[in-house]
């Protein structure tokens, strides 16, 4: 099949790397047309656990659905982040009663659990670093569940994850954090430094230093942005503009240094648009945003893959926008054909029915479909499947 798209601009689909939104069965049938819809057609969820994912599983095989990457070993402290969101009621005994997350306080423990968590299966192991140089927030009632990992236990589960062949994504807060997780060899981090300030710190806590972004560059240490994340926690002005500069420095010193960016959100009920919305809003350059959200984060989620491009090889899977993006990014809102792995994803009805049609133009109305002649015959269509005007190859 050709489609003649004359006016029209071609981008690659966009990734989410940081959400929690389809790794259960509730998620997926929630949000999981929302991707698809926006363009979205590829993410990682970074908490899921085994038997959750293991329900969503089959439902990602189908066509239409996102590809996602699932992360089903989330390991924090016993006093750790994320427990005070996922407990009804935080505390130690609730902890130790949960099964989605595990809990590891010493690198000695590290080695004896490790067995366990590497039988949680996937690609990536997620550690939590959170507040790690204020040991004098330990034993608080009021930051029980809020902080994480010593940094050598840190350091302990990224040796034992690489030696079995897995990646480490660190959840951080502070710029401490951010060092920690540098000095432990991790992957990539869960978050920009600055996208929340939960314990109402002095901003200069989360800027990245200029060795830190160098040291990462060289480690190719990948980050998440989830600029988006940060409006969810209803800010004052002040407050909010001092993160937002903190922001704005941050990407700009990682940018510069040549750390990799990612684009996530952290936003349950969105998707990457959001972040890429924020991201445009800190100022941070179209053509480097939509290189970041078409190309460098797909691939970072599905590294065996050719995405994000249009050569021979790569996979048929783009969207169609009616202008350019670069001048007008709400044309990203508004695709107006989807297509993955070569088939046209649309649910509406004379969309679909244009479809078959052998040859299209995105500028022009669908065709209407002929009413059948009185005492005639209608037409057979031709036998055989249609083609693409690009063949792909899933690597």
Request: hydrophobic letters at 50%.
């Given at each position: 099949r050709k489609m003649d798209m004359r006016g029209q601009v071609l981008i690659g689909p966009l990734a989410e790397a940081h959400n929690h939104n389809l790794q259960t069965a509730w998620g997926w049938g929630q949000f999981a047309d929302k991707y698809v819809d926006e363009g979205v057609f590829y993410a990682a969820m970074l908490c899921g656990d085994p038997a959750s994912v293991a329900e969503v599983k089959p439902l990602v095989d189908a066509p239409a659905a996102p590809d996602?990457?699932?992360?089903?070993?989330?390991?924090t402290s016993s006093d750790g982040y994320p427990l005070a969101a996922v407990l009804p009621e935080p505390s130690?005994?609730?902890?130790?009663?949960?099964?989605?997350?595990?809990?590891?306080?010493?690198?000695e423990q590290a080695t004896e659990l490790w067995p366990s968590i590497k039988a949680r299966g996937g690609q990536w192991v997620r550690i939590v670093l959170a507040h790690s140089e204020r040991p004098d927030l330990r034993g608080r009632p009021e930051t029980f569940g809020r902080l994480g990992l010593l940094p050598e236990t840190a350091s302990a589960l990224t040796r034992l994850a690489h030696a079995d062949g897995r990646r480490v994504v660190a959840h951080i807060e502070t710029a401490a954090d951010f060092e920690a997780a540098l000095a432990a060899g991790v992957d990539a981090i869960a978050h920009l430094p600055g996208y929340a300030n939960a314990l109402d710190e002095a901003p200069e806590r989360f800027a990245v230093s200029e060795a830190a972004a160098a040291q990462a560059a060289r480690q190719r240490m990948a980050v998440i942005t989830t600029t988006a994340a940060t409006g969810l926690f209803n800010l004052d002005e002040a407050p909010l503009g001092a993160l937002r500069e903190v922001q704005r420095a941050n990407l700009a010193r990682l940018l510069a240094a040549g750390v990799p960016l990612l684009i996530g959100s952290d936003v349950f009920i969105g998707t990457a648009r959001a972040e890429l919305h924020s991201l445009d809003a800190l100022g941070l350059d179209r053509a480097t945003l939509l290189r970041l959200a078409t190309q460098d984060t797909p691939r970072a989620l599905f590294p065996g893959r050719r995405l994000g491009c249009f050569e021979p090889g790569?996979?048929?899977?783009?969207?169609?926008?009616?202008?350019?993006?670069?001048?007008?990014?709400?044309?990203?809102?508004?695709?107006?054909?989807r297509v993955k792995q070569g088939r046209l994803l649309t649910r509406l009805a004379d969309v679909a029915a244009s479809s078959s049609q052998a040859s299209t133009s995105t500028a022009d109305p669908p065709k209407k479909i002929a009413a059948k002649k009185k005492g005639g015959k209608a037409k057979a269509p031709a036998k055989g499947k249609s083609k693409t005007t690009s063949k792909a190859k899933r690597r």
């Open positions: 996602v990457s699932f992360v089903t070993a989330c390991i130690p005994e609730a902890a130790a009663g949960q099964k989605q997350i595990v809990l590891v306080d010493s690198p790569c996979e048929a899977s783009f969207l169609v926008l009616g202008g350019d993006p670069i001048a007008d990014l709400t044309q990203v809102d508004m695709p107006m054909l």
